[in-house]
């Protein structure tokens, strides 16, 4: 009755995960975003204490810093199991040797967004819509980064937004009515930041629609509060998309910040990898996408992993991911599919990979296969 609103507040959290005993955190810490990115594990003596570290992930972590740094937030160790080298979750943040190696078909920049870049930070490829990288920084490094050129200030101190530039850019091209925020992480802005390019973004009247692509809501999730909520929901129509991999990212504090950003009537999608030993098997891939819409997202994209240097030990063939769709499509519900896409390496843009429904054309009808396999005739003229 007298609890003081510091008490009040400590009581409304969860119990911190065992692992919080490492730092000595309490609740009110471990469910602090700021507290979070301070005992970020950043090297290999930070993650010793952490994991059971094998000789292929020591080497990589002597050997790797130069080309992405290493960063991992204390609440997305806490979902891995410690003992085990092949979990899904660590297979994505914690290099191993592999990692040191490149092949020929890697490229720093492979879908070529420096060539479509019209001034620093947009990029413009596709007719009514642009990528703005509005920071370099994400609160955990993923290892098959298609940015991995850019982002942990891997492109030096030159590497920013020319932010009066893209205004004027966006002013005078009236055919952009979409503009994505992207990065790095657009949600490690501040919030007064963020509430400022949304509002000078308002400013455009051609410009309709807002997106934001982040990773916060699965690695920081805390950073997710009604504050920032409250925020984003004022420049509405902004979407929001996440990148999730794996149905374990998906626990009880991603599942409050998802819930928090949908009730504030910010539309959710999720844009997945698809990732050799984390996320290649459909029975995967059919538990992310079902725990996803739990959490009300609508998985939106599946991507093949991009060819960036030393990222080969992520890479699938093609048609492994255009099978999983094929195992999908028909059997679960049509929300939970995603759209399988590769970026085309040059710069061509997202190009969709589909399972073969239209089989042929004979006698003026397509030959149409459903998910089953069955054939069926439908005419092409009336
Ligand atoms: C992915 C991407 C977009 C957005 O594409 P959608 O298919 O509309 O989600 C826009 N610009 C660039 C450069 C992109 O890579």
Request: charged share 25%.
């Amino acid at each position: 009755m007298c609890a003081s609103p510091h008490r009040t507040m400590s009581s409304s959290f969860p119990k911190p995960p065992p692992l919080a005993a490492l730092w000595g955190a309490s609740a009110e810490q471990w469910y602090d975003p700021t507290w979070q990115l301070q005992h970020c594990c950043r090297s290999e003596d930070d993650l010793q204490r952490v994991l059971n570290l094998t000789q292929s992930e020591r080497r990589a972590l002597r050997g790797v810093g130069r080309r992405l740094d290493v960063c991992v937030t204390p609440h997305f160790l806490s979902l891995m199991d410690p003992a085990d080298p092949a979990d899904p979750l660590r297979l994505q943040v914690i290099p191993r040797s592999e990692e040191l190696e490149t092949h020929p078909e890697e490229m720093r920049d492979p879908c070529a967004e420096e060539r479509d870049e019209k001034v620093p930070g947009l990029v413009h490829r596709y007719p009514d819509r642009v990528l703005l990288i509005v920071t370099d920084r994400c609160s955990t490094y993923c290892r098959y980064c298609t940015r991995s050129r850019i982002v942990s200030g891997a492109a030096g101190h030159g590497r920013h937004i020319d932010w009066e530039a893209v205004l004027a850019y966006l002013r005078e091209h009236t055919e952009v009515r979409d503009v994505l925020l992207s990065g790095g992480d657009p949600l490690l802005l501040a919030d007064e930041r963020l509430d400022a390019m949304l509002s000078d973004l308002r400013t455009i009247p051609h410009v309709e629609l807002l997106r934001l692509g982040t990773r916060v809501p699965i690695m920081l999730p805390r950073r997710v509060a009604p504050h920032l909520c409250a925020t984003l929901r004022r420049h509405a129509p902004l979407f929001v998309s996440i990148h999730c991999n794996h149905p374990r990212e998906l626990g009880s504090e991603a599942q409050r910040a998802l819930g928090l950003l949908v009730d504030h009537g910010l539309p959710l999608g999720n844009q997945s990898v698809l990732l050799r030993g984390v996320n290649d098997r459909t029975e995967v891939q059919l538990a992310l996408a079902h725990r996803l819409l739990q959490c009300r997202v609508r998985p939106y994209y599946l991507y093949q992993c991009d060819p960036v240097p030393g990222t080969r030990h992520f890479r699938t063939d093609p048609h492994v991911g255009v099978d999983m769709i094929a195992a999908m499509r028909g059997y679960t519900s049509g929300y939970a599919v995603p759209q399988f896409v590769i970026d085309a390496p040059g710069g061509g843009g997202k190009i969709p990979l589909n399972p073969h429904y239209v089989v042929g054309e004979e006698d003026g009808k397509l030959l149409l296969r459903n998910f089953r396999g069955d054939l069926f005739r439908y005419p092409t003229s009336f």
